[in-house]
């Protein structure tokens, strides 16, 4: 099974910039692939999803603000995360979307957004 492993949290002020990756351990090209995160106390939300043509989808709470891409080549995906808000402060994961629903994840990156 192809796993991914994210990487690029981190603690940042109000307004502030991050950059996660994930990379798989295969080729992932064939994939529609998502970025989710997840609050304490809150259930998992998808963020992003981008197919392997590259059309996009955004939850409206990150439209304008967060960028999902993908290098096939690489077996990488990213998310720019631009103005973050505090409420963005989340453990982030990457996965095919169509797994989206089952207790497949891995250990994820923690962004935690405060002033």
């Known amino acids: 099974q192809v796993r991914f492993v994210e990487s690029g949290g981190g603690s940042v002020q109000p307004g502030g910039s991050l950059r996660l990756s994930c990379v798989a351990s295969?080729?992932?090209?064939?994939?529609?692939m998502g970025w989710y995160r997840q609050a304490p106390g809150k259930q998992r939300e998808s963020v992003a999803t981008?197919?392997?043509?590259?059309?996009?989808n955004y939850a409206d709470s990150v439209k304008g603000r967060f960028t999902i891409s993908r290098d096939n080549a690489k077996n990488t995906m990213y998310l720019q995360m631009n103005s973050l808000k505090p409420e963005d402060t989340a453990v982030y994961y990457c996965?095919?979307?169509?797994?989206?629903?089952?207790?497949?994840w891995g250990q994820g990156t923690q962004v935690i957004v405060s002033s």
């Open positions: 981008i197919t392997p043509s590259g059309t996009t």
């Open positions: 996965m095919r979307k169509i797994y989206e629903g089952l207790d497949y």
């Open positions: 295969g080729s992932f090209s064939i994939f529609a």
